[in-house]
């Protein structure tokens, strides 16, 4: 059974960067068809992708956060991370991590979230 | 971007009644559409993909329709566990991927 853990900071300053990792375990991160995704959402709001990738290292990012986020993987780790740079209230969220079982997929696994608060 | 529009946004309905909730694409999507299920705490749980098909451990009360642009989520006989938010999700053209806002099912 697949398992998908975020980790990170739950606090964060405004104008800084967002880190969080996802670790998976159960199965590996490369090979196979899989693309590893972060998706977010607001308190009390819906859900919006952010950013996908392909254990090759190939990347997916929303074009309105495009500017402001970068997405990795580790394949030795089993891990892939998000970075969100120029942080605002408005990136207060609950961050998931997810699989979906391949580029045209829905995401089949998820992490449990965690809560990330920007704020001073 | 394929803009997905839920609804109602909220759907009151008493136990063991039927339950229909809508999804519309801007613009066909196939039959590339899924439907989430998220209870309070919990991370969204994927409940019908490829617009029809039940994803594992789902219960036969469930049943997705739909292709193109208009889509719909039967729950046949709600349960008290099934009360909760349903978001739908197009993965037939992206970037971005991108999901409904959400119909919560409530009890009447």
């Known amino acids: 059974q697949v398992q998908l853990q975020e980790s990170g900071p739950g606090l964060v300053k405004p104008s800084e960067t967002l880190s969080l990792t996802c670790t998976v375990s159960?199965?590996?991160?490369?090979?196979?068809?899989?693309?590893w995704g972060w998706i977010r959402q607001p308190p009390g709001g819906g859900l919006e992708w952010i950013a996908s990738v392909y254990y090759t290292g190939s990347t997916y990012y929303n074009p309105p956060l495009k500017s402001r986020v970068a997405i990795s993987v580790d394949t030795s780790k089993n891990q892939f991370s998000l970075r969100l740079s120029s942080v605002t209230a408005a990136d207060t969220a609950i961050y998931f991590c997810?699989?979906?079982?391949?580029?045209?997929?829905?995401?089949?696994?998820w992490g449990l979230g965690t809560l990330v608060t920007v704020s001073s | 971007e394929i803009v997905m529009t839920q609804s109602p946004a909220t759907l009151s309905v008493s136990p063991g009644e039927r339950a229909t909730l809508s999804c519309r694409a801007s613009?066909?999507?196939?039959?590339?559409l899924a439907w989430y299920q998220q209870k309070p705490g919990q991370a969204p749980r994927l409940v019908i993909y490829a617009a029809s098909t039940r994803a594992t451990d789902i219960p036969a009360r469930f049943s997705g329709s739909g292709s193109g642009t208009e889509f719909t989520l039967t729950i046949s006989s709600l349960q008290s566990e099934d009360f909760a938010v349903y978001y739908c999700q197009q993965y037939n053209s992206w970037p971005p991927l991108t999901f409904g806002g959400g119909t919560k099912v409530e009890i009447k």
């Open positions: 613009q066909s999507v196939g039959s590339s």
């Open positions: 159960g199965g590996s991160i490369s090979g196979s068809t899989y693309y």
């Open positions: 997810a699989r979906a079982g391949g580029g045209y997929d829905p995401f089949d696994y």
